[in-house]
């Protein structure tokens, strides 16, 4: 069985038999929450509440009941723009247990330098995103713990739900490392540290199979050009053949 939920239904947690995704957002950035089945639940990017400014997919499991450091399976950052990034890093703090996931295009040693030069030289135009991946990284480097790097045709959970990455595409992640890496030859000579381009394109979209239906999250992916973007998942040859009923 699937439930649909906009965040403002009454907070009666689904069976475990049920499959709920449930959209929160200010109109400005944008979090999902998955029940996934079983008590299992899965949070993919994250905003915060405009009053207490704490991560409104924790606040919705905490209206339901839900032990995040018990239920949290999986996090995900499909990419690092301020409006999708708010609040993860808390989501990740309270889900103890919970693998993380991100693109594939963070691996590059390229942008983890630019997060930990964030620290020592000042920025430009780079916004609260680059924090939240900072306080990300010192989590997972706190546990032990690696992020599980998305590409497409990946799968991420086999059960209770199989649950796919669709993007990006090797040639995206290597175009968005060259980039970055001009990027920050720049910056030994200004000084300063500029935004990486296009991260819309290195997004992570999310394909989720039940038993009788399936979930596509769109991450803000943009259409791009051969290689890149819908063109790329439409192009694919390694992602799953299922189409998907709600998007």
């Not at 957002?25 to 029940?35: K, L, N, R, W």
Request: charged content about 20%; proline content about 6%.
């Amino acid at each position: 069985m699937q439930r649909l939920s906009t965040g403002t239904e009454p907070c009666t947690p689904p069976g475990n038999s049920e499959y709920e995704v449930s959209l929160f957002g200010p109109g400005y950035g944008e979090g999902v929450v998955i029940h996934l089945g079983s008590g299992q639940w899965a949070m993919v990017d994250s905003c915060v509440t405009g009053r207490t400014k704490a991560p409104a997919g924790l606040a919705y499991l905490q209206r339901l009941g839900v032990r995040p450091e018990e239920a949290i399976r999986l996090v995900v950052a499909t990419h690092w723009h301020d409006d999708h990034m708010a609040g993860i890093s808390q989501i990740l703090a309270a889900a103890t247990r919970a693998r993380f996931v991100c693109s594939d295009a963070l691996r590059c040693k390229d942008l983890l330098t630019l997060v930990a030069v964030k620290r020592r030289l000042p920025a430009s135009g780079l916004g609260t995103g680059v924090d939240e991946i900072r306080n990300v990284f010192d989590c997972l480097r706190q546990r032990g713990a690696s992020p599980d790097l998305a590409r497409e045709g990946q799968l991420l959970l086999r059960d209770p739900v199989r649950l796919w990455a669709l993007s990006p595409s090797s040639e995206i992640c290597l175009k968005f490392r060259e980039a970055i890496a001009e990027e920050l030859g720049q910056a030994r000579f200004t000084h300063r540290v500029p935004a990486p381009p296009g991260p819309n394109e290195a997004s992570v979209v999310l394909l989720m199979e039940t038993p009788s239906h399936h979930v596509l999250l769109g991450a803000d992916l943009e259409v791009g050009t051969h290689g890149s973007g819908w063109n790329c998942v439409l192009e694919s040859t390694v992602r799953p053949s299922t189409r998907a009923a709600v998007f």
